[in-house]
C-alpha cells in the first residue's frame, strides 16, 4: 500500500517549478509522502475507537465503577475516560460569585 507513495511524491514534485533536491523540493516530497500516511492512521484510529465506544454505553460503566474504592475507582475512571464517552454524573454550572464550577443533583 505504501509502495507507491515514493514514486507519487516524486511525481507531484516533479509537476512544480520546483528542483527536487532543494530545500522546498525535498519539503513538498515529505509532505506528499506522509500525509495519505497520517490521513490513513487517523481513519484507522477513529474507526477502533468508535468500535470500542460501541461496546460501552453510560450505564455499563457506571456498573463498572460501581463498589471500587475511592483510590481504585478514580484510576479505573480516568482510564475508562480515555476510551469511553465520559459523561459527567452530575449537571455542573459556572458560579459567577465563585470560579469552581457548581455541581447540581438531579
Not at 511525481?11 to 523540493?25: K, M, Y
Not at 490521513?39 to 454505553?57: E, K, Y
Not at 450505564?59 to 465520559?86: D, I, P
Request: proline share 6%; glycine share 6%.
Amino acid at each position: 500500500m505504501y509502495s507507491q507513495l515514493t514514486p507519487f511524491s516524486e511525481w507531484l514534485v516533479g509537476l512544480l517549478a520546483v528542483d527536487r533536491h532543494s530545500q522546498t523540493g525535498e519539503t513538498l516530497a515529505f509532505f506528499a509522502y506522509d500525509t495519505p500516511k497520517v490521513l490513513l492512521l487517523l481513519a484507522l484510529i477513529v474507526f477502533a475507537m468508535g468500535i470500542v465506544r460501541s461496546f460501552f454505553s453510560p450505564e455499563h460503566t457506571r456498573a463498572l465503577l460501581a463498589g471500587k474504592r475511592e483510590g481504585v475507582g478514580n484510576a479505573a475512571a480516568a482510564m475508562l475516560g480515555v476510551v469511553t464517552r465520559s459523561a459527567p454524573a452530575q449537571p455542573c454550572r459556572s458560579s459567577s460569585a465563585s470560579s469552581r464550577p457548581v455541581c447540581l443533583s438531579v
